[in-house]
C-alpha cells in the first residue's frame, strides 16, 4: 500500500492570523522526538503513515516547496536529490521510497492537477490525503484493514462550501461533491480515503481523460489556469466520476478526530482538540 499527500497549495486564508507558511507546518501539538519544536500536521501525517506500515510515498509539493523538504528531512527521512525533472527522490529512511513530485504552477492550478502529476503512484491500493488535515490515525488504520475503497466522512449537518457525499441504504457512496445537495448529505469528505487497486486505476484514466479533454487542451497565451481549465478544479471531481463503476464506502470517523485546517477559526479549533488524539500522533 502507499500513500500520496498533496501538499502544494497556499493557504491564502490562514495569512488572516499571520501564517504564510504552507498549511501542513503549521504546529499542533507537542514536541516529540522525530522533531524539534512542536508537531506539525506533516509530522503527525508521516508517523501516522510509518505506524501503519506505509513506507512508499509521494508528496506533491508547489507553495514553498524548500521548506516542505526541509520539514521532512528535519522528520528524520535522509534525503538524496535527484536532477532528473521535477521529482525529487528520497533514500536510506524509515521512509525508503518517499518520493516529491513539484506542481509548479500551484498558484494557477488546483488539486485535480496536482494529482495529475502523480497519476504513476494511483496503482495497487492507494490512501489519498490532504495535508491540510489533522486526524486521529486510528482513522486510517481502519482504512487500512479494510478490504474496500473507503472515504472517511465526518457525519454533521454542512454548509454549501464542503465535499459533501450522498449514500445508499448500503453506505456505498453515490455522489461525492459541493454540489450534492444539503439536504440529502451523509456528511462530509473529511479528504482521507483509500483506492482499491481497481479504484486507483480508474481513478488515473480518469484524471488522464480529464487532462487530454478538448477543453484542457485549449492552448492560449495566458496562464496554465486558463490553458489547462480542468486543472482549476478538485480532484473530488474524478473520485465523484469513477463511482458508478466502483464501490467506494463511506467510513465515518465517529468521536475520531479529523479536522480540515482552512481558517483561523479551523486550527484554533484543531488546537482545542488535539489533546483527544494523543502524544503518539
Known amino acids: ?3 500520496i499527500i498533496l501538499a502544494a497549495g497556499t493557504g491564502r486564508r490562514l495569512a488572516e492570523m499571520g501564517w504564510t507558511k504552507p498549511k501542513c507546518l503549521v504546529p499542533i501539538g507537542s514536541p516529540t522526538s522525530l522533531v524539534e519544536g512542536p508537531r506539525t500536521l506533516l509530522d503527525r501525517a508521516l508517523a501516522a503513515f510509518h505506524r ?4 512508499e510515498i509521494a508528496i506533491i509539493v508547489g507553495y514553498q516547496q524548500d521548506l516542505v523538504i526541509h520539514a521532512a528531512r528535519e522528520a528524520n527521512l535522509k534525503s538524496q536529490i535527484s536532477d532528473l525533472g521535477s521529482e525529487i527522490s528520497h533514500h536510506k529512511s524509515q521512509f525508503p521510497n518517499l518520493k516529491f513530485i513539484s506542481n ?3 498558484a494557477t492550478t488546483n488539486t485535480l492537477y496536482s494529482l495529475w502529476l502523480a497519476r504513476e503512484y494511483l496503482c495497487g491500493d492507494t490512501i489519498l490525503l490532504n495535508s491540510d ?3 486521529d490515525s486510528r482513522i486510517l488504520e481502519l482504512l487500512v484493514r479494510g478490504e474496500s475503497s473507503a472515504l472517511a466522512i465526518d457525519v454533521h ?3 454549501l462550501e464542503e465535499v459533501k457525499v450522498l449514500t445508499d441504504d448500503a453506505g456505498r457512496i453515490t455522489q461525492l461533491g459541493k454540489d450534492v445537495p444539503i439536504e440529502d448529505s451523509r456528511g462530509e ?3 482521507l480515503g483509500r483506492l482499491n487497486a481497481a479504484a486507483s486505476l480508474a481513478m488515473r484514466k ?3 481523460q480529464k487532462m487530454n479533454s478538448p477543453t484542457s487542451q485549449n492552448r492560449s497565451n495566458s496562464s496554465v489556469a486558463q490553458v489547462y481549465e480542468v486543472a482549476c478544479i478538485f480532484y473530488e471531481s474524478a473520485l465523484n466520476d469513477i463511482l458508478s463503476n466502483h464501490a467506494v464506502v463511506a467510513a465515518p470517523t465517529g468521536d475520531l478526530v479529523a479536522i480540515e485546517i482552512d481558517t483561523p477559526e479551523d486550527y ?3 488546537l482545542r482538540l488535539s489533546h483527544r488524539i494523543g502524544i503518539d500522533n
Open 206 to 208: 480518469v484524471l488522464e
Open 189 to 191: 469528505y473529511v479528504g
Open 52 to 55: 501503519a506500515g506505509i513506507s
Open 1 to 3: 500500500m502507499k500513500a
Open 157 to 159: 449537518p454542512c454548509g
Open 268 to 270: 484554533e479549533r484543531a
Open 133 to 135: 488535515l489533522l486526524f
Open 104 to 106: 509548479p504552477h500551484f
